[in-house]
Each structure stands twice: as structure tokens, then as C-alpha cells.
């Protein structure tokens, strides 16, 4: 391993001079012979590679590898190759690698699920949905189901766009609805239909008296805002604050506290977190850390060593689930976080 040579640097410039390789075959051969393969592969001129800092493999990602790089130039030439084969002598084959920055925005695939059937009765819904894909190509569709719902994969902004424009076209329709209602021929059954179309979207289109807003957040983003920054809003103790998770996406509902309260309150709270969302969706990382064995006391032994290691990094939230741990935070944190907790892990199994 390279020993690191800059001392002006710092943590956060090693982070930018990492990148993430993943496809890396697991179990073939002893990691410190993987490493070294991994280490020469970006050294080679050929593969658009330059002096290599460090290679952290394993990680706490099978298959999965970190390679810091002395100059961050090498970062970008790297990344610009259009295909990495991993090639050895000691390989029986080559295996091609995916090779990513490891500052890069991980919050980059969500999924979400739209209940399209409020737009039955204005549209074919197929007809909708290859409407959405043209217009949101970054976005994947699963198959529209006999209930209306669809699920739609992509990044998060990209499906708050999409929500966004379903929440416009829904509007559209109950502003429709209203001018038509007053027309004596309109038949009582579209009245009906109608009615349970601006009924359905109520929760999202009501915000114009400012009384209650509702903004759509990715889960992880909201869970760190809510831990580290959501006492910090100013206007905070003026209006109550509920949550509903659905997976990925979480609904928050911003109310005045009381009638005193300032009508513009409950926006001017939503407005700061939506740019609080935008501003930690573009530098905040995660990553997610699995259980090997689905024991207790792995699991017991996984708790005690982000423990352990939160004091030094504050920032870092770490949130447990059944099969897995998720750690977010800034890349400079999480990148140091996640070594030092491998390094934990293996230490503690190794003297079981």
C-alpha cells in the first residue's frame, strides 16, 4: 500500500480521489493477492490510471472495492475509459468492472409507487404512462397494474418531477370540474366522478390558504434532516411537523400549530426544507452495510462497533434495519467511517 504523501489535503480531497469498483469476483482469491491485482490494474497507463494511494478491499460490500488515487486528475481519466477488464495471469478470465466516483450522488434510485386510477376517467391510462416516459426518459416503469398503481424507479428528483406534473394535471381537472359543474346538462355520474378525483388529490392541492403544506422527500435525506437540522428551521415551534414512509419517498405534512399562528408560516417551513433536501441530496452519501450471517449476535457486534465509532463521527447518522445498516453522511466522513468500522468488524470476528 502507498503511504499518503500530502498533508494539505485532507480527509475531504481523499474522498474526491476515490472511486467505487464493483464486479470484482468474490472468494476467487485471497483478498491481499485482489488487492494488488486491483492496484496494478490502475496503475497501467492503459487503463488511463496514475499512482495509487491506497486500494481498500475487501469493504463492507462483497464484490465491492475502493481505490484512492495520489492525484484526483487520474480520478477523471479513470472515470472517462469507457470499459475496465480486470486481467491477471492469475484470473481464468476477464472480468469487466464498473468503476464510479466515490463523491458521486448515491441517492441516485428510488422507487416509488403512483396510483393512477384517480385519471381513469379522463385518460386511457396506457396512453398516460407512454406520455410520462417520453417526457421522463431517466426515469423506468414497471407494468401498470389491473388497480392503477405503477411502480417507477429513477432518481428522486426525477420523480418529483413526474409527481409534481401528476399533482398540476390533477388540479387542472378539479379547476375544470368546477367551471363545468355549473353547466344544467352535465350528467350526475361524471358530477360523482369527478367530486372523488378532487376528493383523492385534496391533501396535495389545498396549500393556497398556507394553512397546510406537503412536500415529498427521499427517506434517507429526510431521516438525516430531521436528526441533525429540523429543530434548527426557524419557525420550527410554530407548526407541527408529521411524517408518513412509504420505502424510499416520505410525505411531510407541515400544519400551523394554532390559530395565532402566522397564515405563511407553514409554507415559509416548507420552503426551507425543500431547500435543505436540495442542498443535502447533492452532497450527502450512503451506504449500505449487510448482514453476512442474520444472526444476533453479528448483529449485536455490527451496533456496538458504529457505536463506538459515532463519537468521532458526528455527522454520520447510522440507521439499523433487520438485514442491513445504512450510514449517511458526507463522503470525507462516510469514506472514513466505513474503513474504520471494516476494520472493527473483522478484528472482532476474527478473535471469536
Avoid at 488487492?35 to 462483497?62: C, R
Avoid at 407494468?143 to 409534481?164: E, M, T, Y
Avoid at 439499523?320 to 445498516?325: K, N
Wanted: proline letters at 3%; hydrophobic letters at 35%.
Amino acid at each position: 500500500m502507498i503511504q499518503h504523501k500530502r498533508t494539505a489535503t485532507g480527509q475531504a480531497a481523499k474522498s474526491a480521489r476515490t472511486v467505487v469498483i464493483a464486479g470484482i469476483p468474490d472468494g476467487l482469491l485471497h483478498d491481499d493477492v485482489m488487492a494488488d491485482i486491483l492496484m496494478i490494474h490502475f496503475q497501467k497507463s492503459k487503463n488511463n490510471g496514475g499512482d495509487v494511494e491506497e486500494v481498500m478491499y475487501p469493504t463492507m460490500t462483497k464484490g465491492v472495492a475502493c481505490v484512492t488515487f495520489e492525484d484526483q486528475e487520474v480520478v477523471e481519466r479513470v472515470l472517462k475509459k469507457d470499459e475496465h477488464r480486470l486481467e491477471d495471469r492469475r484470473l481464468s478470465r476477464y472480468y469487466p468492472l464498473k468503476v464510479t466516483r466515490y463523491c458521486e450522488n448515491v441517492f441516485s434510485s428510488v422507487t416509488s409507487v403512483l396510483n393512477m386510477s384517480i385519471f381513469k376517467d379522463q385518460f386511457v391510462l396506457e396512453d398516460l404512462i407512454e406520455e410520462f416516459k417520453k417526457k421522463s426518459t431517466a426515469l423506468s416503469f414497471g407494468p401498470l397494474q389491473s388497480n392503477g398503481h405503477i411502480s417507477v424507479q429513477g432518481s428522486f428528483p426525477a420523480i418529483k418531477l413526474l409527481r409534481d406534473f401528476l399533482l398540476l394535471k390533477a388540479k387542472s381537472l378539479s379547476e375544470k370540474d368546477k367551471r363545468e359543474e355549473s353547466k344544467p346538462h352535465r350528467k350526475p355520474w361524471r358530477r360523482l366522478q369527478k367530486h372523488r378525483l378532487a376528493t383523492e388529490m385534496s391533501n396535495s392541492v389545498r396549500n393556497a390558504a398556507g394553512d397546510k403544506q406537503v412536500v415529498v422527500l427521499d427517506t434517507d435525506i429526510y431521516h438525516y434532516m430531521k436528526h441533525f437540522f429540523l429543530q434548527a428551521i426557524p419557525g420550527n415551534d410554530d407548526v407541527v411537523i408529521s411524517d408518513i414512509t412509504d420505502g424510499d419517498v416520505t410525505t411531510v405534512c407541515i400544519e400551523n400549530a394554532g390559530s395565532r399562528s402566522d397564515a405563511g408560516q407553514a409554507l415559509r417551513v416548507k420552503e426551507k426544507i425543500e431547500n435543505w433536501s436540495v442542498k443535502l441530496h447533492n452532497a450527502l452519501r450512503k451506504e449500505r452495510i449487510y448482514f453476512q450471517e442474520h444472526i444476533r449476535d453479528e448483529k449485536r457486534r455490527y451496533k456496538w462497533a458504529c457505536e463506538s465509532l459515532n463519537p468521532r463521527y458526528p455527522y454520520v447518522l447510522i440507521i439499523p434495519y433487520d438485514t442491513h445498516i445504512d450510514v449517511v453522511g458526507y463522503p470525507s466522513d462516510i469514506f472514513e467511517f466505513t474503513k474504520e468500522l471494516s476494520d472493527k468488524i473483522q478484528s472482532l470476528f476474527q478473535t471469536r
